[in-house]
């Protein structure tokens, strides 16, 4: 196994940044989404098709 470790470590190196890379990205989509940030990552309501069950639609009803 440590071998092809030794053989490898670029491609581990890189696909473990990828995926922190993911990871964070989804922690922030979280965060984003918690505090009523836009859903869909778009400037604003107008025009988007999903803005009745947006998170910052319901919190300007409130």
Do not use: P
């Not at 993911?22 to 025009?47: A, E, F, N």
């Not at 947006?54 to 300007?60: E, L, M, T, V």
């Amino acid at each position: 196994m440590f071998e092809w470790l030794a053989n490898n470590y670029m491609t581990v190196i890189i696909i473990a940044v990828v995926a922190l890379v993911l990871v964070l990205d989804v922690i922030y989509l979280i965060r984003q989404r918690k505090k009523g940030g836009m859903c869909s990552g778009c400037q604003g309501c107008s025009g988007c098709s999903n803005c009745k069950n947006c998170g910052s639609h319901k919190a300007d009803k409130n």
